[in-house]
């Protein structure tokens, strides 16, 4: 192992230990197509140099295998992630709303929850609310209204994010994911709808993209 500025050359993989001076958060490790063990050495890089680890859609054995080298990785198995804090101290940060359209979407929702949560910020989560039944948004919107930033998770035609907005003052990440029909052509449908949303104040990240819509709350909320 090999230490350059800036980041640790593992040879196979080059671990980049200086984003979290530049951004605000340690290198997140997407694991698919990545070996076990060399998920295991990367995920070693970043804890010996005291950084946060943040592994992005992580099957279940692949997490049993770490676990045994990093007694405590925790795992959320709906949001395939797994995660461990160095400092695991009470956040501060203002509110992150994570709000999903249907229970099918709640994967997506858990894996943006889950990131803001590490990230540092505090989370309220209103699942299973979509447009089909308006008057569930409606019950929590009060609380709603007082988050600092909202993610809205969303399939099917993905109406979901355009009418948060409409009530709302905090800036909303639009979520779309490959729920749905085929028509909705595995999520491109809610994507355009989200892109051509009315409501100023939406912004849209890729189609299931839990971690980047997180990710982004959390450059806001800080």
């Given at each position: 192992?090999?230490?350059?500025?800036?980041?640790?050359?593992?040879?196979?993989?080059?671990?980049?230990?200086?984003?979290?001076?530049?951004?605000?958060?340690?290198?997140?490790?997407?694991?698919?197509?990545?070996?076990?063990?060399?998920?295991?050495?990367?995920?070693?890089?970043?804890?010996?140099d005291k950084q946060d680890l943040l592994l992005t859609r992580l099957?279940?054995?692949?997490?049993?295998?770490?676990?045994?080298?990093?007694?405590?990785?925790?795992?959320?198995?709906?949001?395939?992630?797994?995660?461990?804090?160095?400092?695991?101290?009470?956040?501060?940060?203002?509110?992150?709303?994570?709000?999903?359209?249907?229970?099918?979407?709640?994967?997506?929702?858990?894996?943006?929850?889950?990131?803001?949560?590490?990230?540092?910020?505090?989370?309220?989560?209103?699942?299973?609310?979509?447009?089909?039944?308006?008057?569930?948004?409606?019950?929590?919107?009060?609380?709603?209204?007082?988050?600092?930033?909202?993610?809205?998770?969303?399939?099917?035609?993905?109406?979901?994010?355009?009418?948060?907005?409409?009530?709302?003052?905090?800036?909303?990440?639009?979520?779309?994911?490959?729920?749905?029909?085929?028509?909705?052509?595995?999520?491109?449908?809610?994507?355009?709808?989200?892109?051509?949303?009315?409501?100023?104040?939406?912004?849209?990240?890729?189609?299931?993209?839990?971690?980047?819509?997180?990710?982004?709350?959390?450059?806001?909320?800080?």
């Amino acid at each position: 192992m090999v230490l350059n500025p800036g980041f640790c050359d593992l040879g196979f993989a080059k671990v980049d230990v200086s984003r979290r001076a530049r951004r605000g958060f340690s290198e997140a490790v997407y694991c698919p197509g990545k070996t076990k063990e060399g998920i295991k050495e990367i995920s070693r890089a970043l804890l010996k140099d005291k950084q946060d680890l943040l592994l992005t859609r992580l099957d279940k054995p692949t997490f049993a295998y770490l676990k045994r080298s990093f007694p405590r990785l925790k795992y959320n198995p709906s949001a395939k992630l797994g995660y461990l804090k160095q400092k695991d101290k009470t956040t501060k940060r203002g509110l992150v709303a994570v709000i999903s359209a249907g229970t099918a979407d709640m994967p997506v929702a858990e894996e943006a929850a889950t990131t803001c949560e590490v990230m540092g910020s505090r989370v309220a989560k209103f699942y299973d609310v979509g447009v089909a039944g308006v008057h569930r948004v409606l019950k929590n919107i009060e609380t709603i209204r007082k988050a600092k930033v909202i993610i809205v998770v969303a399939g099917m035609e993905g109406a979901l994010a355009s009418l948060i907005s409409g009530l709302v003052a905090s800036p909303v990440i639009a979520v779309p994911t490959s729920c749905g029909y085929g028509a909705s052509f595995g999520g491109l449908a809610a994507l355009l709808t989200m892109l051509n949303s009315c409501s100023p104040g939406v912004t849209v990240v890729n189609i299931d993209n839990g971690f980047g819509a997180g990710y982004f709350a959390s450059l806001i909320n800080k």
